[in-house]
């Protein structure tokens, strides 16, 4: 365990106990600090057939922290006359969108909203790029705190070039824990790599087990159920009845609450298309609360999309209070196999028939003359509900495996990291 009043770790490898103090040098003396730019977008000759990386925001967010290519590209006549930034710089956004980085192992350039960390000559040996890679999270949260008041947001940069940053003297110490955020980071990578798999394969069986547009037979039907015929054509009120829900405010939730209940925004960021526990409850007398009947389907009836809109969720339970803003669809078929039906299925249908501009509306007028196909047995609707709901246990699984690795890289980080 390492002295607390020292600029050293909680946690410290085995092999490195008995090693000297780290080492103290601030942000400026350890990089050259410059800002990224944008070419002119009015020129085509700096854009068109660009080779030459140029980074953005959504290049972080789509392929993660470590980059060797950029989704855009500049041409060689873009470049100022200082030249590209050298590769195993790390970009660090600095105004916007504060408290994100990236290494980038390719001579690039990036934006103007990130600023650039190039490594001195004379840190060539003294700091691995990788490890400060990792070091940079910390960096980013106090970037986070640290920000100027009025306009723009932005970084305070003279604050940020004095960062004093304690860091291993021996590069053997510093290789050592990139190599283990590096070890977690293939987990989790791979993890991903089979959880996107498992929904390429949920969507595909989603395209097989439900009719093709004009068509009343699925492509891909279970044994049992072959000789049953064509699926049926109805309008949505032949099969269920509507309701609404009653508002619940924000206020209205407490944590000791007696009712389970669900507000209108949960279903866009907490559930999908089965319902078992929720994560909210509310004290509100019961008279005053629309509940639930188990195998209820809900959907938005207002959103900031007409995609959001067409998200239909099926409550499995009764009495879980249902708030404002919520259709409830009301049914005797299988509302689970109805869920995932309008969800994938009729997800553009839906979008078609919401009105509005800024704030979307769905109402339970236009959601009961939408025209749906129905196996003519319910046991088939049971089936394919059980089908996906099995893939979906399987995908929240892989789901819940990331999130703890993610929950263990931080933990390690904070121990393995001194505090600024």
Known sequence: MADSNKHTPLLRFPEFLNDEEWAMDSMESIFEIKNGYTPSKSNPDFWTDGTIPWFRMEDIR????????????????AVKS?????????????TATIGEHALIIVDSLANQQFTFLTKRKSFDNRIDMVYFHYFMFIIDEWCKQNTNAGGLLSVNMEAFKKLTIPYPASLAEQQKIAECFTSIDKQIEATNSKLQQLKAHKRGLIQRLFPARGKTVPELRFTEFRNDGEWEIKKLRDIATFSKGKGISKTDVTANGT??????????????????????YTDLPVTDLFLSKANDVIIPSSGETKEDIATASCIIKDGIA????????????????????????KKNDIAR??????????????????????????????????????????????????????????GLMQQLFPKL
């Open 62 to 77: 789509k392929n993660g922290h470590i980059l060797s290519d950029s989704i855009q590209h500049i041409t060689p006549g």
């Open 259 to 280: 009712t389970p209940c669900i507000r209108y925004g949960e279903l866009y960021t907490t559930y999908k298309e089965t319902i078992t526990d929720v994560s909210s």
């Open 82 to 94: 200082a030249g590209l930034f050298p590769a195993y710089s790390i970009i660090v956004a600095t």
């Open 322 to 345: 249902i708030g404002g803003d919520i259709n409830v669809i009301r049914t005797s078929n299988n509302g689970i196999f109805l869920s995932y039906y309008l969800t994938y299925v």
């Open 353 to 410: 028939i919401a009105q509005g501009v800024s704030i979307i509306h769905l109402y339970n007028e236009q959601l009961r003359d939408l025209v749906v196909e129905l196996p003519n047995s319910i046991k088939e609707q049971q089936r394919i509900a059980d089908c996906l709901q099995s893939v979906d246990n399987v995908i929240k699984s892989y789901e819940d495996k990331i999130t703890a690795l993610e929950l263990h890289k931080k």
